[in-house]
């Protein structure tokens, strides 16, 4: 009723200048407020990538970290020295332990799994050799595409666990992918993926090294070393 009172004494106002420019005015002001409304922005995404080679005793990892466009990925690489280090490290093998019963619990605590998650991180870091790069998506169309893949992808996509029911691996690489997107966690495991039985594992890890040894030059994440 207030609101209609209003509009009654404009219509009703002496000048009919002086209606026209406080309706200006009011069109100036909504078109300020949806300008500056604030943009929403892509959500973010993290992808942990753990591998295991035990022809050649050695372990790697990746972060891989996406906000919006910018993509800051860090490489670790560990020997068979600095892995065995590692294990023993009794903090380290209490946050192992408390990571797998957190997840295994049926009311499990999203806050206390990611703190979990982020004290094996460190602790992992701190004992291996590490490199990184920084990259603007809109270079790496191909890559972006492959990220955006993942901010959706299940389990099961990841593992194709109907296409390689009848496959096994004796003696490969051990990969293992958590993925922190939205308060969710996505955690799968392949054993020596290629394009035919896990793509888009395969593909992951394929293109994430290519980022870097298209930037960088070295032995350090050589196809010797990592396998991919």
């Given at each position: 009723?207030?609101?209609?009172?209003?509009?009654?004494?404009?219509?009703?106002?002496?000048?009919?200048?002086?209606?026209?420019?406080?309706?200006?005015?009011?069109?100036?002001?909504?078109?300020?407020?949806?300008?500056?409304?604030?943009?929403?922005?892509?959500?973010?995404?993290?992808?942990?990538l753990s591998g295991v080679t035990p022809t050649w005793l050695l372990n790697s990892w990746i972060d891989?970290?996406?906000?919006?466009?910018?993509?800051?990925?860090?490489?670790?690489?560990?020997?068979?020295?600095?892995?065995?280090?590692?294990?023993?490290?009794?903090?380290?093998?209490?946050?192992?332990?408390?990571?797998?019963?957190?997840?295994?619990?049926?009311?499990?605590?999203?806050?206390?799994?990611?703190?979990?998650?982020?004290?094996?991180?460190?602790i992992k870091k701190s004992y291996a050799d590490k490199d990184s790069v920084q990259i603007d998506l809109?270079?790496?169309?191909?890559?972006?595409?492959?990220?955006?893949?993942?901010?959706?992808?299940?389990?099961?996509?990841?593992?194709?666990?109907?296409?390689?029911?009848?496959?096994?691996?004796?003696?490969?690489?051990?990969?293992?992918?958590?993925?922190?997107?939205?308060?969710?966690?996505?955690?799968?495991?392949?054993?020596?993926?290629?394009?035919?039985?896990?793509?888009?594992?395969?593909?992951?890890?394929?293109?994430?090294?290519?980022?870097?040894?298209?930037?960088?030059?070295?032995?350090?994440?050589?196809?010797?070393?990592?396998?991919?």
């Open positions: 009723m207030r609101f209609t009172c209003k509009i009654d004494r404009l219509y009703q106002a002496r000048s009919k200048g002086r209606f026209f420019v406080t309706i200006i005015s009011i069109l100036i002001l909504y078109s300020f407020n949806a300008c500056s409304a604030p943009v929403a922005k892509n959500d973010s995404l993290h992808v942990e891989i970290d996406r906000k919006d466009n910018d993509v800051h990925i860090v490489y670790y690489f560990f020997s068979k020295e600095q892995y065995k280090k590692m294990w023993a490290d009794s903090s380290y093998q209490k946050f192992s332990r408390a990571f797998k019963e957190v997840h295994k619990a049926d009311n499990y605590n999203k806050q206390i799994g990611a703190e979990t998650m982020r004290r094996l991180e460190l809109d270079k790496y169309p191909d890559y972006k595409l492959l990220l955006q893949q993942l901010s959706t992808a299940t389990r099961e996509d990841l593992e194709q666990t109907n296409r390689n029911k009848n496959s096994s691996v004796l003696d490969g690489t051990h990969i293992k992918a958590v993925i922190s997107r939205n308060d969710e966690i996505v955690i799968a495991n392949a054993d020596s993926p290629t394009p035919n039985t896990h793509p888009l594992f395969y593909q992951l890890l394929r293109q994430t090294y290519d980022v870097y040894r298209g930037l960088k030059h070295g032995d350090f994440l050589s196809r010797n070393h990592v396998g991919y």
